[in-house]
């Protein structure tokens, strides 16, 4: 025993090098009665289904699918990156077929315009007046695909309807009908003919989620499945899940989580250190501390829990923050990612405990 | 008939050009005034008369004179500050070099000093390019950044773990009791060196660095009563924390036969 403390009796800090038999393996089986406040059994099943719905198409990828179910219980937008070929837009279809709520899908074209996405007013001879023709960006999931395929002036287009979830036309405010959810795939900018996406476009995306090369693995079990031809067969049978009622619901649960004050400052330092760090030309907004908050709720009660810890808060800071911060020119030249200022930044803050 | 002219007689081109020539000279000549025979008036002369008035001569005060010499701006000669010794010393190293360059030896040192400079830069641009850290090759470590942490934090080294344990449970602070009974948990740990204590380290990397399969089960649900008491703020009687109290006391148990096995 090495502790230096005395009077087992009474001091709790003591290492009881002589426990009576009976009691240490009572001790052993000890559990207290600590549980979840709140019902989460709704929001597991329906994490586990849609799970299993896209696992039927989706080889591997559990990180981008709970990042996923993160995103749509913390009410947010999603941009997932990756070179092609990696299922991105396959990813994003399933997930709208989860949800049993109306899906649209936007092809973004260098010549795309802001009203092909938004809609436009339409002249009616027979009643003689201007008529509101909505665009495809009315409806609960949005697939943009390709994204950055069109240039600054569409982007600036779905400021408004991404973040205030209503579209403004002459002079009319329309609101969308919620759930409302931008699922949008780029490439990465280096490629051929993107433009990159405005800062202030990518900080209305809650995460941008990178996404990589299979494993060896997981290409094998892909071919076996086209080979076998259950691709297109799976497609179609992918069930919905979750109604546009339920989701309202868990949401309000997910808002209702606790979040100790600790974490809150937590978060406030781990963004606040984004803007003074010398790697960083750019810093994140305070958008970012409330997008960390709100994702690390739904994923607390994605997990189970009634409440936020400081695994949450790290697991989602790069794909939180990683899109939403510009690396100095030095750094850019030298390699160095987003991700890893990230990560060095969670290294330079203490966990609240 | 190629030309109608306005003169009856006039119809080859001939007079046509004859009659043109005659304008020019009438023009030239003074046109209409020679042609009314009136020659030009001279315009009048007036003299004026000469200017008798008396003339005098202002100058500037003197007072203003001495206010603009005074000013920056009217002082054209640069009056040179004496030199300091700082100055005086650069002066001789730059005389002390001058003399020396002009040597043989110091050309030569001069010239292929600038090509070895010049070499020198070049490899250092590619190293950097090619982000290769030299101050391996001397034997000598890389130097890690030290981490910039917040320094009102606690350090679980200095913390009286005893005094703290039994004020918080004899106040009924069972949430801080728990809180700090899971920190003296982790300092045990850490003196045993079975884990390796971090600030930005997260209960579940300890986890992940207890290797021992029994302590890591022990563990694992201390960390889960901690999380629900700590973060979750769950409400604790004095039932549920003897429950806890229990449960660390066998897991520090285990901990010390563990190392005595």
């Known amino acids: ?41 709704q929001l597991q099943t329906a994490a586990t289904a849609i799970r299993q719905e896209l696992g039927r198409i989706i080889v591997g990828q559990q990180e981008l699918i709970e990042l996923l179910l993160t995103a749509i219980l913390a009410n947010g937008h999603v941009l997932l990156e990756g070179v092609p070929g990696v299922a991105k837009t396959l990813t994003a279809k399933l997930l709208a077929r989860t949800l049993d709520v109306p899906f649209s899908r936007i092809q973004f074209t260098p010549d795309l315009m802001p009203s092909d996405v938004l809609g436009t007013s339409i002249y009616r001879p027979n009643k003689a007046e201007f008529e509101f023709r909505p665009g495809p ?30 579209v403004t036309q002459d002079g009319v405010t329309y609101t969308m009908q919620e759930p409302f959810m931008v699922l949008a795939t780029q490439n990465p900018v280096e490629q051929e003919g993107t433009y990159r996406l405005p800062e202030a476009q990518l900080d209305r995306f809650l995460f941008k989620i990178h996404i990589g090369y299979p494993s060896t693995e997981e290409e094998v079990t892909i071919l076996q499945g086209h080979h076998a031809g259950r691709g297109s067969a799976m497609l179609s049978a992918v069930q919905a899940v979750l109604t546009a009622e339920q989701v309202a619901q868990l949401r309000q649960q997910v808002q209702q989580q606790h979040v100790e004050p600790k974490l809150l400052e937590y978060i406030a330092r781990i963004v606040g250190q984004t803007r003074a760090h010398k790697s960083l030309y750019l810093g994140a907004s305070p958008r970012a501390s409330l997008a960390l908050l709100n994702g690390a709720k739904a994923l607390a009660a994605l997990r189970g829990r009634d409440f936020v810890t400081p695994e949450d808060v790290q697991y989602l800071a790069p794909a939180v923050l990683r899109h939403r911060i510009l690396l100095t020119p030095e750094r850019e030249m030298e390699g160095t990612t987003p991700d890893e200022v990230v990560k060095l930044i969670l290294q330079q803050i203490e966990v609240p405990r | 008939m190629l030309y109608q002219s306005a003169i009856p007689g006039l119809t080859n081109r001939r007079s046509a050009k004859g009659l043109c020539l005659l304008c020019l000279l009438w ?8 042609a009314s025979g009136k020659a030009p008036t001279p ?26 010499r005074r000013q920056r701006a009217f002082q054209y000669i640069q009056i040179k500050s004496e030199q300091n010794a700082w100055d005086r010393f650069w002066q001789r190293l730059a005389n002390w070099l001058q003399e020396l360059l ?16 010049m070499v020198a830069a070049l490899v250092f641009a590619v190293l950097k390019l090619l982000q290769v850290d030299v101050t391996k090759a001397f034997g000598r470590a890389p130097k890690r950044a030290a981490l910039a942490y917040d320094t009102t934090t606690e350090n679980i080294h200095a913390l009286d773990f005893t005094a703290l344990l039994t004020e918080a449970e004899a106040k009924g602070n069972y949430r801080l009791a728990v809180r700090l009974g899971y920190l003296f948990v982790l300092k045990q740990l850490t003196d045993r060196s079975l884990i390796q204590w971090q600030p930005d380290k997260t209960n579940h990397d300890y986890l992940t660095e207890l290797t021992t399969t029994q302590l890591r089960a022990g563990f694992q649900e201390l960390t889960r009563q901690f999380e629900y008491a700590w973060y979750g703020e769950q409400p604790l009687t004095a039932e549920q924390y003897a429950l806890v109290r229990t449960a660390r006391l066998g897991f520090l148990h285990q901990l010390t036969s563990n190392r005595a096995a």
């Open chain 1, 1 to 41: 025993m090495t502790s230096d403390f005395s009077s087992p009796d009474t001091d709790s800090t003591t290492i009881p090098s002589a426990l009576p038999e009976n009691e240490l393996a009572s001790t052993n089986k000890t559990e207290t009665s600590f549980g979840s406040r709140t019902d989460f059994n």
């Open chain 1, 137 to 166: 960006i009315f409806a609960s999931v949005v697939l943009i695909d390709e994204i950055n395929r069109a240039p600054a002036k569409t982007q600036s287009a779905l400021f408004e309807v991404m973040e205030e979830h209503h």
């Open chain 2, 27 to 34: 023009l030239l000549a003074g046109g209409f005034p020679l």
């Open chain 2, 43 to 68: 315009a009048p002369i007036y003299s004026l008369p000469a200017d008798q008035s008396a003339v005098i001569l202002r100058k500037p005060r003197a007072a203003r004179l001495r206010e603009f």
């Open chain 2, 102 to 117: 002009r040597t043989p030896v110091g050309r030569i040192t001069w010239k292929y000093g600038v090509y070895a400079f």
